[in-house]
């Protein structure tokens, strides 16, 4: 199946500080990639959809301000967590779609303190 | 919007026993649905998958059968080995480039 990877993997920040995940797809292009959380022992949720060249679209309830998503090419995605509090740690997956299919990034686990 | 229940929340089977897990959706454009399995810490896997012009699909010990007139889809796995223990998620979507939507999980716990 196709490669989506994401990065970084782990990150650790302090309360107030902003963080930068980045979803690529590797093999194909991704006209659309989903940004999921994931907290402990819970579903996936989807926060947002990220449309090449537009403004994403964010699920009820997520902030649009405080998790910038940026969709500038067909094979990169950036969600910013902007002023990280402790609530907002938890497992960030993109999953990029091409052809019919979704792939699912590795995932990257933020911890805030 | 689509919404998706799976059930149960947990299961255990001895090693060799079969699995089932149900989920029902609410969406009736919903004409695919996957079905991922997750690890500790780690991405979700999809294991297979089925859309809405098939009623059943098998993949060796894995299958998924779908009704439609009643919005449920199953997932069957036959002789369960320790390896297969991990928490599932089924999911729905409308397909191309629309989100899924996921049930809440299934623990499985397989014993050896």
């Known amino acids: 199946g196709a490669v989506v990877s994401q990065h970084p993997s782990r990150v650790i920040c302090k309360s107030g500080t902003s963080v930068k995940i980045e979803c690529r797809s590797l093999?194909?292009?991704?006209?659309?990639m989903f940004w999921y959380r994931q907290f402990p022992k819970q579903s996936l949720m989807l926060m947002a959809t990220?449309?090449?060249?537009?403004?994403?679209?964010?699920e009820q309830g997520v902030e649009k301000d405080k998790f910038l998503i940026n969709h500038a090419s067909l094979t990169l995605s950036t969600l910013t967590v902007t002023s990280a509090h402790p609530e907002d740690s938890s497992f960030y997956i993109c999953s990029a779609s091409g052809g019919g299919w979704q792939y699912f990034g590795p995932g990257t686990r933020l911890t805030v303190l | 919007g689509e919404n998706v229940e799976q059930h149960p929340s947990t299961l255990s089977v001895q090693e060799g026993d079969s699995a089932v897990i149900k989920c029902t959706y609410s969406?009736?454009?919903?004409?695919?649905f996957p079905w991922y399995k997750q690890e500790l810490g780690k991405r979700p896997q999809l294991i297979i998958d089925?859309?809405?012009?098939?009623g059943e699909k098998k993949d060796q010990r894995i299958a998924v059968t779908l009704n439609k007139t009643a919005k449920h889809f199953s997932l069957h796995i036959t002789e369960t080995q320790p390896e297969d223990s991990a928490v599932y998620f089924c999911a729905a979507s409308i397909g191309g480039n629309t989100p899924l939507v996921f049930g809440k999980g299934t623990r499985l716990s397989v014993i050896a």
């Open positions: 969406d009736s454009a919903s004409n695919y």
């Open positions: 990220s449309n090449e060249g537009s403004k994403a679209t964010y």
């Open positions: 093999d194909f292009q991704a006209t659309t």
């Open positions: 089925i859309r809405s012009n098939v």
